[in-house]
């Protein structure tokens, strides 16, 4: 599975101080910044253990209290692509750092990731009152989208009403040239349509070789406003409204689901998420059917008698990487 690689993991890390001096007394709120010497310490300890590329760079805050005897918080923000802080605590004699998870066991970690999502105006498959939840966050360039589309369709026809889908947009455009367009495009038929937006994605899912095979990035562009357009007058649309749509390429609500992706930790497609919980990549038809099992079984309904078991399925697939 070409997943993009995990960096970050609950860890302890001890760190060799070289230096001979008194121990630093323990920071106040808003205190000192670390020195330089131990920055260059630290530096290459997060980069040697995380195998941080050399862009990648490692920026220290200021050293502030913590609720824990002997240990300074401390947060360090990794900067590359993306801008990541992440917590820390430093020993008062500044030979060990440890990495700090806190876990609020108040909240409902799942229901707190689905506030996140957006569903307003999404285009819904299935049951709209159904208890359980799938949301894909999907791109029509990608081969595993497509993988797992077909694969979506199969299982969300075995649960019947127990559940409801929603696809949100994550085209990966650094590798898919026609994603973005294709996204835009099918948001202007859901405009006008539930049921012609699903027939537009279902076409482009199962015939995406069809718009890029051989064709520039400009003729896969004009071959998605045809499709379109075709899927407009099939569901009788209003052709002139969803042409001026097209023509517009307006993308800012693309864009608005791409940084809500990024915001609950989305970083290849598919990622799927069933009522909060994390699926990644084009997983086996057998994973997503425990998922939604649990998803069932925590809402108090029963799982479908009629369902594949849930151990079947072909082996994983794999995901574009961002």
């Known amino acids: 599975m070409m997943l ?20 630093p007394q323990p920071a106040q709120p808003g205190g000192p910044a670390i020195s330089t010497d ?36 401390l947060t360090i923000e990794f900067d590359g692509q993306k801008k990541q802080a992440y917590e820390f605590l430093l020993s008062h004699d500044h030979k060990s750092l440890i990495r700090l998870t806190r876990m609020d066991l108040t909240k409902d970690p799942f ?15 299935g049951n709209k009152d159904a208890k359980v939840l799938l949301v894909n966050y999907d791109d029509f360039e990608c081969p595993f989208c497509s993988r797992m589309h077909a694969t979506i369709l199969e299982i969300i026809r075995e649960y019947g009403d127990r559940v409801r889908l929603v696809y949100k947009d994550y085209p990966l455009e650094e590798i898919h040239p026609w994603a973005v367009h294709a996204a835009v495009d099918a948001n202007c038929i859901a405009a006008q349509s539930s049921d012609a ?3 537009y994605a279902d076409y ?18 004009a071959e998605l406003d045809r499709l379109a357009t075709i899927n407009g007058e099939r569901h009788k649309l209003d052709t002139g409204k969803l042409q001026a749509c097209v023509k517009a390429q307006d993308e800012k609500a693309v864009r608005a689901s791409m940084n809500e992706g990024d915001a609950v930790g989305v970083e290849a497609t598919p990622t799927i998420f069933v009522n909060g919980q994390k699926l990644d990549g084009a997983v086996p038809a057998g994973e997503l059917r425990a998922a939604l099992d649990r998803a069932l079984k925590d809402a108090g309904v029963a799982a479908p008698a009629n369902k594949v078991a849930s151990g079947d399925g072909k082996p994983a697939a794999a995901a574009s990487a961002k």
């Open 4 to 23: 993009r690689r995990a960096l970050f993991v609950l860890l302890a890390i001890c760190l060799g101080c070289s230096a001979q001096a008194p121990p």
């Open 38 to 73: 131990l920055m260059q310490v630290v530096d290459r300890e997060v980069r040697a253990y995380y195998a941080l590329p050399p862009e990648v760079k490692v920026v220290a805050g200021p050293l502030r209290a913590s609720e824990f005897p002997n240990y300074d918080a």
């Open 111 to 125: 229901a707190e990731i689905m506030k996140k999502i957006d569903l307003a105006g999404r285009p819904t498959r």
């Open 197 to 199: 937006y699903w027939d």
């Open 204 to 221: 482009l899912h199962a015939n995406q070789q069809s718009v890029s095979s051989g064709k520039s990035r400009d003729a896969a562009f």
